[in-house]
C-alpha cells in the first residue's frame, strides 16, 4: 500500500470502509512536487483542485489594503487543502508552499462526483470537515484571548517540530507577533527551562 492511500485511509471511515473503496477514491489523486514559494491557489482564483500534503509545509494567508500579509493557517502533512470545500466559489485567500511540498492533488469536482456516489465517505469526509472548522474557530477564537506567551505555547503543541522547518517570520506572523517578540519568548522558555 502506497503512502497517498495510507493517508487516505486515515481520512476515511476505517473499519466501515473497504480497501478498493480507498484505492478508487486514490486513483483520483495525481502526485506532484511543488516547489518552495509556489502558490497552489491565488485570491479570485476559481477553485478547482484539492490537495493532500504528504510532505513539507504550506500557508494561507490574506493580504490587506496595505499589501501586509497575514497567515490565517498552516498546512502540514496529513492536511486537505483547498480555497474552500464549497464547490464552484472563488479562493479568498491565497496558498503557497513555504518549503518544498509534495502532495497528491485531485480535480475539486471529480472528487464530490465519487463523495456524491458513496455516501458513506461523504458523510465522513462532511463531518471531517466540521470538526476541522471547529478547530480553526477554536484556534481563532482562543489566540484572541490569550498573550503572546500562551500562542506560541498553543502552536508548539499543535505543530510539534515545525518550529525548526520553517522561517520563524512565518511563525511571527502567525502568531499574530514580531519576529523580535517570538525571539524573546523563546529565549525566556530556554531560560526557564534551564534553571
Known sequence: MDELTQLLQRISPQKKSDKNLVENFAELFKRET????????QKDQPIKKIG????????????????????????????LVSGSFV???SSDVFIQCITDVEMAIADFDSVLDFFNSHNMLKE??????????HVIQQRLTSYIR????ERYLSFLKEFPGLIN???????????????????????????????
Open 34 to 41: 511543488l516547489l518552495k514559494e509556489y502558490y497552489f491557489l
Open 52 to 79: 493532500l500534503v504528504t510532505k513539507g509545509v504550506m500557508r494561507i494567508f490574506t493580504i490587506n489594503s496595505c499589501g501586509d500579509e497575514t497567515n490565517i493557517s498552516l498546512i502540514a502533512e496529513g492536511d
Open 87 to 89: 464547490p464552484e466559489l
Open 124 to 133: 465522513y469526509f462532511v463531518n471531517h470537515l466540521a470538526k476541522s472548522h
Open 146 to 149: 490569550m498573550n503572546a506567551k
Open 165 to 195: 522547518r520553517i522561517p520563524h517570520y512565518h511563525i511571527a506572523n502567525y502568531l499574530g507577533i514580531t519576529t523580535t517578540q517570538l525571539s524573546r519568548i523563546r529565549n525566556k522558555l530556554i531560560k526557564e527551562q534551564a534553571s
